[in-house]
């Protein structure tokens, strides 16, 4: 991926990435640990795994990327997220978080 404004740039997942179950859960994983979130809410008993982004065809992308692994991601105006407890669980182990 071009360095630079993933907008200007109309950055997207490669094909070649996205056709490859393995380079597609690394590639989630770097655009989840930068542009992403996990978020607890006890009061309500909601988890949310959520990548936020302005560039439309990158959104695309990490939502075809999610189905394609079987989940099923809610699509936004700037974000694409998973909600569903189990499937937040379920991918944060498949993509391994750092642990800091």
Do not use: H, W
């Not at 071009?2 to 200007?8: F, L, Q, R, V």
């Not at 393995?22 to 988890?47: P, V, W």
């Amino acid at each position: 991926m071009p360095s630079g404004d993933k907008i200007k740039n109309k950055v997207a997942i490669p094909e070649e990435i996205g056709m490859n179950r393995n380079l597609l859960i690394r590639c989630l994983k770097g655009l989840f640990e930068t542009d992403g979130s996990f978020t607890i809410d006890k009061k309500n008993y909601t988890r949310v795994i959520e990548f936020k982004n302005m560039s439309r065809p990158l959104l695309n992308d990490v939502y075809s990327g999610l189905k394609g692994l079987d989940y099923n991601p809610q699509f936004g105006k700037n974000y694409v997220r998973l909600a569903r407890k189990n499937e937040v669980y379920n991918f944060a182990n498949l993509i391994q978080f750092r642990r800091y």
